[in-house]
């Protein structure tokens, strides 16, 4: 594990970016300060890796949970799937596959 402190604020989007440029391994996993991780998380999602070799990225649903980490009958599926839908996953729908980015989908 590595810390970097940013020497001044980025936001949201400009901290994952920047710690996707400085990431030097061959798979690296990214998490929000409130993301608490099934026991068998990174074993399924290394098995993408492994199952489908032209995968460059793996996501997967999360559980909505009230703050004793009770599910609220939600998903991330529930509202931001539709965002995710254009991008060229196989057909688990859970690795993401070269060649294929929203971008491309929508020109």
Request: proline letters at 1%.
């Amino acid at each position: 594990m590595k810390i970097i402190k940013n020497e001044k604020n980025h936001g949201v989007t400009g901290n994952f970016e920047n710690a996707a440029k400085l990431a030097t391994g061959d798979i690296v996993f990214f998490s929000d300060q409130d993301d608490v991780w099934y026991d068998n998380k990174i074993k399924e999602m290394l098995f993408c890796f492994e199952k489908y070799p032209g995968c460059v990225g793996v996501f997967c649903d999360a559980d909505c949970v009230d703050s004793n980490l009770n599910k609220m009958n939600a998903t991330f599926n529930d509202g931001c799937w539709n965002k995710f839908k254009k991008l060229n996953f196989d057909a688990d729908g859970m690795c993401l596959l070269k060649g294929k980015t929203m971008a491309s989908e929508s020109s």
